[in-house]
């Protein structure tokens, strides 16, 4: 089936640096890819939808210049969160989407403590 | 401000019998709905969907239930099975295929004991 890889798993970081998520789909090309953010006991929450080669499209709420999404090519995504700071802390996921199909295909999260 | 609910944080259930994970949800505008299952370590699996056509879906042991009226959605396991043992996570979209990308519940830990 497809697969969608996320890197890294975890990551932590001192405060002011910036970390960068990478999201590949492996076995097909993403038309579109969404990043989602998630709080301890807190659902997943939309924060940006990106199409190849178009800019991302945020969530209200969510600072563009403190996260940015690059949609380069179709099977790659990344997400960098600028000058990173402990209220940044949080597990951040990719899905990404074939077409018209409903079943979003999520990488695995990535764990992000910043100190 | 949940668009989506899941209130049961945690579910325990017999292996064998059936599981009733429930979500609400209250933007009227939501079309289109699904439910994942997450391993841990793991991103979430899409399990089965459901438009606002229909009020059943049923895939193998798993069968969904939508009451519009209600805003109110089930997902039943039948019979449940250790392997069931994940988050349950509940989603809405306005649009097929989730376009808008989509809204999440806070997910429903179902532990199947044996």
């Known amino acids: 089936g497809a697969v969608v890889s996320q890197h890294p798993s975890r990551v932590i970081c001192k405060s002011g640096t910036s970390v960068k998520i990478e999201c590949r789909s492996l076995?097909?090309?993403?038309?579109?890819m969404f990043w989602y953010r998630q709080f301890p006991k807190k659902s997943l929450m939309l924060m940006a939808t990106?199409?190849?080669?178009?800019?991302?499209?945020?969530e209200q709420g969510v600072e563009k210049d403190k996260f940015l999404i690059n949609h380069a090519s179709l099977t790659l995504s990344t997400l960098t969160v600028t000058s990173a700071h402990p209220e940044d802390s949080s597990f951040y996921i990719c899905?990404?989407?074939?077409?018209?199909?409903?079943?979003?295909?999520f990488g695995s999260g990535t764990q992000l403590s910043v100190l | 401000d949940q668009q989506v609910k899941q209130n049961s944080p945690s579910l325990s259930v017999q292996e064998g019998r059936i599981s009733i994970l429930n979500c609400d949800y209250t933007?009227?505008?939501?079309?289109?709905f699904l439910w994942y299952k997450k391993y841990p370590a793991e991103g979430p699996t899409f399990l089965i969907s459901?438009?606002?056509?229909?009020d059943k879906n049923e895939d193998g042991r798993f069968t969904v239930f939508l009451n519009k009226s209600a805003k109110h959605l089930s997902l039943h396991i039948v019979p449940s099975q250790p392997g069931d043992s994940a988050v349950y996570f509940c989603?809405?979209?306005?649009?097929?295929?989730?376009?808008?990308?989509?809204?999440f519940g806070k997910g429903t830990h179902l532990i199947i004991q044996p």
């Open positions: 459901i438009s606002s056509i229909k």
């Open positions: 933007n009227s505008m939501f079309d289109y």
């Open positions: 989603a809405a979209s306005r649009f097929r295929g989730g376009a808008d990308g989509l809204t």
């Open positions: 990106s199409n190849e080669g178009s800019k991302a499209t945020y």
């Open positions: 899905s990404a989407r074939i077409g018209e199909n409903e079943k979003l295909f």
């Open positions: 076995d097909f090309q993403a038309t579109t």
